[in-house]
């Protein structure tokens, strides 16, 4: 049998390679970077000492704040630490102020509120502190997780303090 000549345009190009991934390391020694951390270790501390224990009524919210904040702040750290924020439509070019208004509206705000909500459940639960109190008592769970709130609320107020320094001295990036 005869061979069929070989074809007379070469086959179209692959899609282009990206770059492959690396820690973006400046951003975890950058003061943004230590501050992130100590969001996702608080955040976390948060809601599993919440979610381990017994809750009702308005913990149910403040678990759900503190879950939406904190899976959010993964999200950002991870692009950020990867250098990929350039891949997220539209907030990517905006990456410092995407920073800025997840760090001052929803970090502190709604962490906050659920601080707000811990230390209140906590004050209706301490009668229970009382020595000699045998039955179970939400007491320490529910204050651990207001102190744990309330520090986080605070480092997101640096972090987004420090978004707004950087952006009032018209820098575009987040290191």
Known sequence: MARSAPPAMPPPPGPPARGSLSLHRAYLRSPLGLLRLGQL????????????????????????????????????????????????????????LTNLVHDLALGVGLYAAATGIMGYKARQKSYCNLPGYSQHCLYSAYLSASICGGIAACLYLFSGLYCLLRRCRDERDII
């Open 41 to 96: 270790a608080l955040g976390a501390a948060f809601w599993v000492t919440v979610a381990a224990h017994k809750y009702e009524g308005a913990a149910h919210f403040a678990l759900f704040a503190a879950v939406l904040v904190w899976l959010l702040t993964l999200a950002l750290f991870g692009l950020s630490l990867l250098g990929r924020w350039a891949l997220v439509p539209w907030l990517g070019s905006r990456w410092l």
